[in-house]
């Protein structure tokens, strides 16, 4: 059974992840969705937040589960006994760091391939960052995100200006 592991921050689920997830749920048996934890970004979400979200948006996949984790993402795909890890690759600009990451997780766990999905061109430009960043000014994000996450992101960011000072 070929079983994946998804990581990522999902700081909040943009239609680019959710586009990544259902690709890879029709190649794999089983994805498995691994929020991280304690990452150095403060996030908008908190962990169980971002899971929730991620539930949320991918309750009519039954092939896909989502986890929080921490720690050595190697580790996380072991203990999840998979043996692939799935990446989005967006642009050339993703491309150091993402082939960085799976050599370095290839050397310290032989037995772990990484695969890439390229973005659908749709959303080759989107990112969470930049959802939040139009979010903090109460912009349009529909585009960007399912109209359940929009409403929780913009109340999110509402929030986060007020207690802000001045
Ligand atoms: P990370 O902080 O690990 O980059 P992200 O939540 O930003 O976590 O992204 C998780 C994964 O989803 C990464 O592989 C990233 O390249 C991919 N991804 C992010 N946005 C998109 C998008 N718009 N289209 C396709 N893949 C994406």
Do not use: W
């Not at 079983?3 to 999902?10: C, D, I, L, M, N």
């Not at 960007?144 to 802000?164: G, H, T």
Request: aromatic share 8%.
């Amino acid at each position: 059974m070929a079983v994946a592991v998804y990581p990522g921050s999902f700081d909040p689920v943009t239609l680019g992840h959710q586009d990544i997830i259902e690709r890879s749920s029709k190649i794999m048996d089983r994805v498995i969705v691994g929020v991280l934890k304690n990452n150095s970004k403060s996030p908008l979400f908190s962990v169980q937040e971002r899971v929730n979200m991620l539930k949320s948006v991918t309750g009519h996949l039954p092939n896909i589960e989502i986890l929080a984790f921490d720690g050595l993402l190697v580790d996380f795909v072991r203990n999840c006994q998979a043996d692939v890890i799935v990446r989005g690759l967006r642009a050339i600009t993703d491309f150091e760091y993402e082939l960085q990451m799976s050599q370095t997780n290839r050397v310290i766990s032989p037995g772990i391939d990484t695969i890439f999905l390229t973005t659908n061109l749709k959303y080759s430009y989107l990112s969470s960052s930049i959802v939040k960043e139009i979010a903090m000014y109460q912009g349009d994000i529909s585009a960007f995100v399912a109209p359940e996450i929009a409403v929780k992101v913009l109340r999110r960011a509402a929030d986060v200006k007020n207690k802000r000072p001045s």
